[in-house]
């Protein structure tokens, strides 16, 4: 890193290059502001998302795609993009210090979009196949279950509403749940179990996603060690997300779960600091809220730095 981008003083710097992320700095270069992204990558779970049908302004288009778009834009409005890891935001003064393996820059607000990471099984076959019928989304992917045989991996209410969602869609519905009991809201077990096409597997797990180019089918294993092998057609998988806010979770107030508490302005309890995306305390995970959230933050932003008189 130069000199001269040590000691520089950015108007915002926007951690993360998910759809809020890109949002914001749309939005934020619009206004002539002095903007910085840094992101381990551009795209966010975006990148995880074989077709999107449910974007405004696309009839349908795959998450590369898309995110080739995305990067087209911010190249074209100039916005300065660094990719590598945001390791810690500190507050100096009025001043905003993001320490990240690309070096140390300094901001007079911060918009955080860094959102969160889907659990994994970490089984043979998930990794290859995301996209390709292994899906941790089912609000974005269940008008592709139509007609077919499809398991949701988990047991908590993203999981049993995930399920119930599919059953309007899929011919059959596998529920497979590691315990013998679910950690759902008793009401909504109840509800799924009237579906005449669920079916719960209980005390078992998901050891393999078997497939060439598409989900064929997957390997279970129930807790005597019995192994049995189901043809499928899509694995939902919904074990929980991962929020990753340590790096600025000491400035700000987070909930119960981590996420980073937002206000409507997607303003945070720490002046300056803004929030965006899976990141926050949004009741909903989707790319389309995630960029709208983003712009609100970067509105907010300048208001911020105009108020402050920057």
Not at 175 to 199: G, S
Not at 242 to 248: Q, R, S, T
Request: with cysteine; proline share 2%.
């Amino acid at each position: 890193m130069s000199e001269s981008q040590q000691s520089r003083v950015y108007d915002v710097i926007i951690v993360g290059c998910g759809p809020a992320g890109v949002s914001a700095a749309i939005y934020t270069k619009r206004k002539m502001l002095d903007v910085l992204v840094i992101s381990k990558d551009i795209g966010g779970q975006v990148l995880l998302t074989g077709f999107i049908e449910n974007y405004p302004g696309f009839e349908g288009v795959r998450g590369e795609a898309l995110v080739e778009i995305f990067e087209r834009q911010l190249k074209g409005l100039g916005v300065d993009v660094k990719i590598g890891e945001v390791e810690r935001v500190e507050r100096d003064g009025e001043i905003f210090k993001v320490i990240s393996s690309e070096g140390n820059f300094s901001g007079k607000a911060v918009i955080v979009t860094g959102g969160s990471t889907y659990k994994r099984l970490n089984v043979p076959g998930e990794e290859r196949l995301i996209g390709r019928g292994v899906s941790f989304c089912a609000t974005c992917d269940a008008p592709f279950a139509r007609n077919r045989e499809v398991a949701v991996v988990g047991g908590g209410n993203a999981a049993l509403q995930s399920a119930e969602l599919l059953s309007r869609y899929a011919k059959m519905v596998y529920i497979i749940h590691r315990r013998d009991k679910f950690r759902a809201d008793e009401v909504l077990v109840e509800r799924v179990k009237r579906h005449q096409n669920v079916q719960f597997i209980m005390n078992s797990v998901v050891t393999e996603i078997k497939g060439d180019k598409r989900v064929e089918g997957i390997t279970v294993k129930d807790k005597e060690g019995n192994i049995a092998e189901m043809k499928l057609d899509m694995v939902f998988i919904e074990v929980g997300r991962e929020v990753k806010a340590d790096y600025i979770k000491h400035l700000v107030r987070t909930n119960e779960w981590g996420q980073i508490v937002v206000d409507r302005r997607q303003r945070t309890s720490c002046e300056g600091v803004f929030a965006a995306g899976d990141i926050t305390d949004r009741p909903y995970q989707q790319a389309i809220i995630a960029a709208g959230d983003g712009a609100v933050a970067a509105l907010s932003a300048y208001d911020f730095l105009t108020e402050k008189g920057y």
